[in-house]
């Protein structure tokens, strides 16, 4: 999913546009950097950029600094050379453009900018802990991958090492079939910047995202582990009263009570605890306060499948400690050496072939992405193939081979959790980024679809995540340590779709937030700064792409409409991107797409869960790989 960087050692006219507009930028906030770093940091950023956003980027830098002043200040200055309330407005409307175009490229060019200006920071801003460590738990299972040399016929080929294909993978070589796993990324090492583990360990950098009434930013992972490797660590049971439904709709093919079951053993096995009072974070000591003040159900603590965490918040960018419980940690290592199971990292699934008829073999061909065997190719043959390749994935495979009698409805369906936080400006210093982030949630008390979870952002990123400009920005970055910040989620009716118009690397993700998602987001945000202010917050920041997202009173909160956003107002993320394969639709009730092929990702996941997907993922997983045991 990352597409290739661009090459090292030349300067080109993008890198120098962009060079220029982050030096007058870092001018007119006031960050003094010596240039030469400044350089290679601007440099270094944009580079790492899939090509999308980079050219996205250079294109903004050139037009920014000579169209954007005269379209939008009148004046036909290029932008270092505006006076600085110009440009404090320039950069004001162009950060809240609801233009999707200009706003994808205004993200882009931020990413290079606030990274090299902000980036540099990060280890005063957070003094400790800023953790390097690699992790103690060895290496994977098999390696290979340079040697690209493994055999060429298996039980079971399962694609993909996230929840679902670790899980099932793990659990039919533990029956004792021969299978091997083929995972795109590699291992992940935790980062002290958490800029370099997004470059790293997910999909397209961090960059991929859902355009649609608004843009949200869909990011997955790709590394041993998929995505768990780098979420949050959060667990929450199916909702009980969808896996009836389930149940009912399949006409009882699916067995409800045989899936809370297998829900209850995904719990055992990934250890899941309750997470500890001494490891929360202060946001979550903030926005338990605020609860309790504003009259609100107590917040709970939430279960997370974590052995000896020490709360250094980095779950998001590799768990520095090995404490936070991964697919493969959980499924896959504790295997290394059974001879019946490979691991195979860097090898990227690129071609299926389903059996021509019963009892025939799959035949699956697979590319090096390792340095050193790039672009080498083999072809292995398994009696059976399961596709984990996650929800963004998986689709392009359905459709692209045409598995299945459903394969053109395969990327429809789409839900995704739309996601967001706000902000709060204490007095006292918080130091957000220690403790668990997410180690404390809500559900709403007037509506269940929304869900309050703990949240923090590394200094590094955070400036990105700010709907503020300029010197606004620079003014909430200088009180980062003194900044709270609470997520909420929403169960959503909408559902997106995604084709694959250039392959497979650069989906196309349409999502629509429906007016009752905007609204529940408009709840989320209420709710989330009423607490904050009720903590003690003397500012809240707003998740708005519009000027008014600053409030330093509850009051204001009646005239900032938020029960009647648009959907372009909301800056919103999304972490759960599920039901592209849907159960039912795409897939039958045991996971069967043809002959020989089956799904296990968050894809199969029927509808909008409401709740954070892994544990229902693993419970797919390990229904599966029983009724595979038991097949054959
Ligand atoms: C920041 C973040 C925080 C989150 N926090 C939580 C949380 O606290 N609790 C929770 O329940 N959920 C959380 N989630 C979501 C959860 O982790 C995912 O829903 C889950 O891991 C998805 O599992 P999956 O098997 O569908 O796919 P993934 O885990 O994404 O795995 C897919 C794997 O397939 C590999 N792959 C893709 N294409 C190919 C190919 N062509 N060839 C070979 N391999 C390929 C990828 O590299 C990846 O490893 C979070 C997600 C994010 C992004
Ligand atoms: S908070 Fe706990 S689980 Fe998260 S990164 Fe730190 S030690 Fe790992």
């Known amino acids: 999913m990352i597409s290739a960087p661009a090459k090292p050692g030349r300067t080109g006219a993008g890198e120098r546009a962009v060079f220029h507009f982050t030096r007058a930028y870092a001018s007119h906030v006031g960050i003094e950097l010596d240039p030469v770093l ?23 830098a ?136 997004l470059r790293r360990n997910y999909a397209q ?22 995505t768990t490797t780098i979420n949050s660590g959060t667990c929450l049971r199916t909702p009980q009263e969808l896996v009836a439904a389930w149940e009912r709709r399949s006409g009882g ?34 926005f338990r306060s605020g609860a309790r003040r504003s009259g609100l159900p107590e917040p709970h603590l939430l279960d997370r499948c974590e052995r000896g965490c020490v709360g250094s918040g980095r779950c998001c960018f590799v768990c520095p400690t090995g404490a936070k419980g991964t697919s493969s940690g959980t499924f896959l290592d504790p295997l290394r050496d059974a001879p019946n199971l490979r691991v195979e990292l860097h090898s990227e699934v690129v071609a299926v072939m389903a059996p021509a008829g019963r009892g025939g073999e799959v035949r699956v061909r697979v590319r090096s992405v390792a340095t050193g065997a790039t672009g080498a190719v083999r072809e292995v043959r398994a009696g059976k193939l399961i596709l984990s390749a996650g929800a963004l994935v998986t689709p392009w495979f359905v459709r692209r081979f045409h598995l299945g009698a459903a394969h053109r ?29 997410q180690g404390l949630g809500l559900v709403d008390p007037e509506d269940d679809a929304v869900r309050y979870e703990g949240a923090f952002i590394p ?55 429906e007016p009752i998602d905007a609204r529940r987001l408009g709840r989320g945000m209420e709710l989330a700064a009423r607490v904050l202010f009720a903590a003690g917050a003397r500012r809240v920041m707003l998740p708005l792409n519009r000027a008014a997202n600053e409030l330093a009173a509850p009051r204001e909160l009646a005239s900032a409409r ?31 797409l043809c002959e020989g092929v089956y799904v296990c990702d968050g894809s199969v996941v029927p509808e909008s869960l409401g709740v954070n997907p892994q544990i229902t993922i693993y419970a797919f997983a390990l229904r599966l790989a029983e009724h595979l045991a038991r097949a054959s």
């Open 253 to 286: 093919a699916f067995d409800g009570d045989a899936f809370t079951e297998h829900i209850e053993e995904a719990w055992r096995l990934l250890g899941v605890r309750t997470s500890g009072e001494q490891t929360m974070s202060a946001c979550s000591r903030l």
């Open 205 to 226: 950098a961090g960059c991929s995202a859902a355009v649609g009434n608004t843009l949200i930013p869909l990011p997955t992972g790709v590394c041993l582990g998929g």
């Open 62 to 197: 050139l037009a920014l600094r000579w169209l954007a002043p005269t379209l939008y200040c009148a004046s036909p200055r290029r932008f270092e050379r505006l006076d600085a309330e110009r440009r404090e407005r320039l950069l004001a409307r162009l950060q809240h453009t609801r233009g999707m175009l200009g706003r994808v490229a205004f993200l882009a060019l931020k990413a290079v900018v606030l990274g090299a200006c902000y980036g540099q920071d990060a280890k005063e801003a957070e003094p400790e802990p800023r953790p390097s460590a690699p992790r103690p738990d060895g290496p994977p299972p098999a390696a290979g991958a340079e040697r690209f040399d493994f055999p060429q016929r298996f039980d079971f080929i399962v694609v993909g090492s996230g929840a679902g294909g670790a899980c099932v993978a793990g659990r039919l070589a533990r029956s004792g079939a021969r299978v091997l796993v083929l995972e795109r990324g590699g291992r992940a090492r935790p980062e002290p910047d958490a800029r370099v583990a």
């Open 38 to 60: 400044l350089r290679e940091q601007s440099d270094e950023a944009l580079r790492s950029l899939p090509a999308g956003p980079r050219h996205l980027a250079v294109g903004s």
């Open 459 to 513: 200094y590094e990123m955070a400036a990105l995540a700010m709907p503020v400009e300029g010197r606004r920005l620079r003014w909430w970055m200088d009180r980062h340590d003194r900044l709270a910040t609470f997520g909420f989620m929403v169960r959503d009716e909408a559902r997106g779709r995604i084709r694959y118009p250039l392959g497979a690397e650069r989906p196309w993700i349409r999502y629509d937030l």
């Open 409 to 437: 409805q395969a990327g429809n369906g789409l839900t995704i959790h739309p996601a967001s936080k706000v902000f709060g400006l204490f007095e006292e210093v918080v130091r957000g980024w220690e403790g668990v982030p």
């Open 562 to 592: 938020l029960g009647e956003l648009a959907p372009a107002e909301i800056a919103t993320m999304a972490f759960h991107p599920l039901g592209t394969c849907g159960m039912g639709r795409v897939v039958d009730a045991n996971l069967r």
